[in-house]
Nanobody, 116 residues
Framework: QVRLQESGGGLVQPGGSLRLSCAAYGFTFRNYGMSWYRQAPGKGRDLVAGISNTGGSTSYADSVKGRFTISRDNAKNTVYLQMNNLIPEDTAVYYC?????????RGQGTQVTVSS
């Protein structure tokens, strides 16, 4: 069965960096695009970044362009989100997602808190 497991969140000071990982299980990872979303307290879920199945195409929300980098390792069935120059507004639960057929799958999320 499809399972996505995020890790790498934590507490970081403004200006700091974190790298999130999302390990994928139960499907042919290299065939599917992946994305990272986030949900801040009291707000909706927002798309942060997406990557094609080969990694050759990426996209970013305007709010994270130039600071975040999405990448993937198809040999390890893992997608990453490198987050640099973090700001308090980046505080949220971060989820990875994929769409397989008509079914959307996401993990449990990992908390990122940016605070001094």
């Amino acid at each position: 069965q499809v399972r996505l497991q995020e890790s790498g969140g934590g507490l970081v000071q403004p200006g700091g960096s974190l790298r999130l990982s999302c390990a994928a299980y139960g499907f042919t990872f290299r065939n599917y695009g992946m994305s990272w979303y986030r949900q801040a307290p009291g707000k909706g879920r927002d798309l942060v970044a997406g990557i094609s199945n080969t990694g050759g195409s990426t996209s970013y929300a305007d709010s994270v362009k130039g600071r975040f980098t999405i990448s993937r390792d198809n040999a390890k069935n893992t997608v990453y989100l490198q987050m640099n120059n973090l700001i308090p507004e980046d505080t949220a639960v971060y989820y990875c997602k994929t769409l397989i057929g008509n079914n959307e799958h996401r993990g449990q999320g990992t908390q990122v808190t940016v605070s001094s």
